[in-house]
């Protein structure tokens, strides 16, 4: 775990701080898998902040004062995350952008409650995030059973009378994911034909595709990671399995193709849609091609989640943690991923999921009227 630190420096000479930045008195937080089997979305979170503060303080700061941003990796664990909320509670920080797994957001949230942190999640999208009435939390990204109903019109409208399986590696994400999935098709008319688990950070998953096989499955939808789920890939198609793979927003990351290679062409995920597309990304997107970085999955949530914040401190005049989630519950935000209204729980008002489809050279793509 990194030991909390100011980043001066926040994103390159171009936008570059003086060498005071290291007296700056404001210091925010994003918390993350920076190592691990999830790093890629940790490194997505990391760049997203380290623009966000540098534009922010590029622009004069936060009601008169610099921001400075502290890194801290949880690695997608419950324990370690906690940990670092902790201390970052014990810091005075006043702004967490954190955390990416569902099973570190949670119990973290209440240490940043009982510290007085306010919470804002690019990426967790289990609804107990926000159903349990914690003053602090907030999140820049849809809900499980939103996307899960998504996957599930799909499903139904082009698989009807198919063979569908249902797995889930038994993570607060996977399994909310995957159960969300499937109450959503079972209501639409669709019983799965097998449901099975396996454990995070499996690697061999032949007696799963064995099964699979027997069972001429048609689509398997995996509520889990990236890892998994492309290791679940070649080996489907190490046996000769053509069937389809779909699974949630765990796949926006191009180290999916870097694992399935061109066997991954077909691959079908739920995401919102694109925020690089989006006309309010354009001049940041452009910002970040400027370095070399493909502002892809949730860099651009975690730049948003950024900005709330920071316009609702300008708007309650303070950085007090309350006042602050007040002020954000009562105002619309203009974000990078376009304006952002929410409601009483820290949910976002704006809900849109779409489906994507993986190409054989490593790039994905909206699937356009699909039905869904």
Known sequence: ???????????????????????????VAVAGPMTGGESAFGRQMKNGAEMAVADINAAGGVNGKKLALSVEDD????????????????????????????????PASEAYADGNVLQITPASTNPLFTERKLWNVARVCGRDDQQGLIAAQYIAKNYKGKNIAILNDKTTYGKGLADETKKALNKAGVTEKMYESYNKGDKDFNAIVSRLKRDNIDLVYVGGYHQESGLILRQM???????????????????????????GEGTLFTFGPDPRNKPTAKKIVEAFKAKNIDPEGYTLYTYAAMQVWSQAVKKAGTTDAKKVMEAMKAGKWDTV????????????????????????????????????
């Open 237 to 263: 198609r190490d046996q000769g399995l053509k069937t389809v793979l779909m699974a949630g927003d765990a796949l926006a990351d191009k180290e999916y193709a870097s694992i399935t290679g061109p066997a």
């Open 337 to 372: 991923i376009g304006p952002i209204e929410y409601d009483a729980k820290g949910d976002i008002k704006q809900i849109d999921y779409v489906v994507y489809k993986w190409d054989a050279k490593g790039g994905y793509a909206e699937i356009k009227g699909n039905g869904t």
């Open 1 to 27: 775990m990194k030991s909390l630190k100011l980043i001066g420096l926040a994103f390159g000479a171009s936008l570059a701080l003086s060498g005071a930045a290291f007296a700056q008195d404001v210091t």
């Open 75 to 106: 690695a997608c664990d419950p324990k370690q995350a906690r940990s670092i909320a902790e201390k970052i509670a014990g810091a005075k920080i006043p702004f967490v952008a954190g955390h990416y797994c569902s099973s570190s957001s949670i």
